[in-house]
């Protein structure tokens, strides 16, 4: 009798020992779950719903864009295009493997070239909203021996940072016959210390060597490589299965991007990472996309940022943000990123007013790819023929 009273009451205590130990456990591993990021902020942002005569009518228009300025220029690629976070059109043309002919499909990877960018930036801004660093640290804090004083990690993510830029600087140094990797150009500008562009701050200057750094600052401040925090933190979190970022050890694994009639063989250049080398999918690009629109990976205050100019010495209505390119006129935000490496062209715009997002990825080089812009009059009805910065 007196058994089966305590009975209720021991189960009753230890059920309450298991549920207070994991939570405990679950605050202590700060959101994660088998070692994985489990934690995204909860969307604060709905997209309406677009019926189904708009959704025919944006397919219809955007259809026809993608007949005459890239099939007929010999495209070879990837095109996605969204309205209210909804896919109008979506479309697959090509080879993803020219030498095995496989078909290009909604899972396979692009080199995503300088789009890459914005994911090394906003990594830092994410380490900067948990309090892993400030915007205002500066070179020496991470790399105590590079000869470069006065440039911040702001600077950096903003362009403003007056370093030379590795593409053209390796050249008189390196092996061309050798990869090299991030730490390579690290020791070079510590070695060399290569003549600087500006002073820091003084302007604008897109430099490649702000986002490699970058990419090394985000594995010194977790003690983790590049490809695999990002891969654990960002892509996986995000459901960005198909993303990944190529490095040395993924060398036997290359796939060339094409020009007309030849593969741009891998090159000295292709192991370095943060400035490109993320392979992504349009699908993968577009839950990017919608990411930044509901601020589940970024706080709305910390994106509001990144989207505000921060190179106003000379009028015009290109701009850059921190890691984004911008293009301002009257009422209308253009967010975006292009990018261009080897064969390959990308085109990830953001047309914030409008709700829209067009991504264009292409294996095998096409400049037409950078027309994608044009399509903003399907939209707003405008026909803004300004140019977007590659």
């Not at 070179?139 to 105590?144: I, R, V, W």
């Not at 654990?232 to 459901?239: A, D, I, N």
Request: some cysteine; aromatic content about 14%; glycine content about 4%.
């Amino acid at each position: 009798m007196h058994f089966r009273k305590a009975a209720p009451l021991f189960f009753l205590a230890v059920v309450s020992m298991c549920f207070s130990m994991c939570s405990s456990t679950s605050v202590k591993d700060n959101g994660k779950k088998n070692g994985k990021d489990t934690t995204l902020n909860k969307p604060d942002f709905a997209f309406n719903p677009l019926s189904d005569q708009q959704t025919a009518a944006y397919q219809a228009a955007v259809e026809d864009f993608y007949e005459t300025h890239f099939v007929k220029t010999g495209f070879n690629g990837a095109i996605l295009v969204a309205k209210n976070g909804q896919i109008v059109f979506e479309q697959y043309r090509g080879y993803s493997n020219f030498v095995t002919k496989e078909s290009l499909n909604e899972h396979s990877p692009f080199h995503i070239a300088s789009t890459s960018k914005t994911f090394t930036g906003m990594a830092i801004l994410k380490l900067w909203e948990e309090g892993k660093l400030s915007l205002d640290d500066s070179l020496q804090k991470y790399f105590p021996n590079l000869p470069y004083h006065g440039i911040t990690i702001k600077m950096m993510l903003s362009h403003r940072s007056g370093l030379p830029n590795y593409l053209y600087f390796m050249d008189s140094i390196w092996d061309k016959h050798k990869e090299m990797t991030n730490e390579d150009v690290l020791n070079a500008l510590i070695v060399h210390h290569p003549r600087i562009q500006n002073l820091p701050d003084k302007r604008f200057q897109y430099c490649n060597t702000n986002f490699m750094l970058l990419a090394l600052i985000v594995e010194k401040i977790t003690g983790e490589n590049f490809p695999d925090y990002m891969k654990q933190h960002v892509f996986e979190p995000l459901g960005m299965h198909d993303t990944f970022i190529f490095s040395i050890k993924d060398t036997a694994n290359y796939n060339p991007t094409w020009s007309v009639s030849r593969p741009f063989l891998m090159d000295a250049y292709d192991c370095t990472y943060g400035d490109k080398n993320v392979y992504s999918t349009v699908r993968d690009l577009f839950a990017w996309d919608k990411s930044l629109y509901q601020h589940t990976f970024l706080k709305k205050s910390t994106l509001d940022m990144a989207f505000t100019p921060t190179s106003n010495e000379v009028r015009s209505m290109h701009n850059y943000g921190l890691a984004w390119r911008l293009f301002i006129k009257n009422e209308d935000t253009v967010v975006y990123h292009n990018g261009k490496w080897h064969g390959t062209n990308t085109s990830f715009i953001r047309l914030v007013q409008d709700t829209a997002t067009i991504i264009v990825l292409g294996n095998k080089e096409n400049r037409n790819i950078y027309q994608a812009k044009e399509m903003e009059n399907i939209f707003n009805g405008k026909s803004e023929m300004d140019k977007l910065d590659e």
